[in-house]
């Protein structure tokens, strides 16, 4: 059974939202399944750290890591129209990160083959010097910086399946090659970025992936995609670990988006990142939660996810498929995504 890491810690609960849809009930909902359904006692329980100063900082403006300080210290505020602060959402945010950092240190030591990061708060919209999309640090972006600067990873790839556009980590990597980003949004929609054409600047050029799909988008859209654009994309790049923005938010049940996927299609999108991170980077996976909504969607999500990562097939979905099949169609945007990113076969000679 290969070895798969969890990292949780309650101080994530003590980012108080209160009636916002990311609460801490996300987490609780998570937890109490993985309990009830016996995946807590086959995961590796990892201790988080607080991340320092120094490491969120790979990443963000040093003044805007003591703004976030201040607010919480001055008993709470909105960082931005979405984006509550409370008391303690600094500490928790400190341990999110740290927590993927423990994370990427026990999967690069490999004393673990992969991991999964169950925090809050998330991370994929805050930008370099601004909390966004109930964002306050980028979880995911810092561990991957950290991955580079601690472990001399040369190239990670982050892989970002939230409904939502990870601009936060798109800009942090715009140009950078050491780190590619690919993201599967819907779009239009929030937060307003994730064009096709934003394809990285400078000799970060190619290494920023938007594949912005259409609202309705299920199961089988996103089966093309990862075949037929991220698959050659990452056996090209040949990433030496690989991070995931996990978030389930493109489930059918979900109240803030309106895209198809399944439970079940959350199993296949992992059992294709796992057999990728096989292939290429020695199994090499490190998880982190992003958004999810529907409270008992997003934790079937995860558990679906865990299993896959523990060598399990996906079965139970007490959700099933949407009614109606999803009409919609995605020829367009492949076919832009293979030609801007040079992935069509050239006609032989
Ligand atoms: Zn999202």
Redesign the pocket.
Known sequence: MPNVGLIYDPLYLWHDTGAHPESALRLTTIMHLLTEAGIIGRLKLLPPRDATIDEIAMVHDPDYIAQVRYIADSGGGWADPDTFISPRSYDAALRATGGCLAATDAVLRGDIDSAFCLVRP?G??AMPDAAM?FCLFDNIAVAARYAHRQHGIERAAIIDF???HGNGTQAAFYEDPSVLYFSTHQYPY?PGTGHLEETGSGTGRGTNVNVPLPAGCGDDEFRRVFAEALEPILDRYAPQVIFVSA?Y?GHFEDP??SMSLSVAGYGEIMTFLQRKARELAGGRLVCAL????HLLAEAWGVRASLEVLLGNRVTDDPFGKPSEPSGVHIDRVLAAVKTLHHLTVSPQV
């Open positions: 998330p994929h919209h999309g939230d409904i939502h929030y978030g938010d803030l988006a992003e958004g999810g909504y």
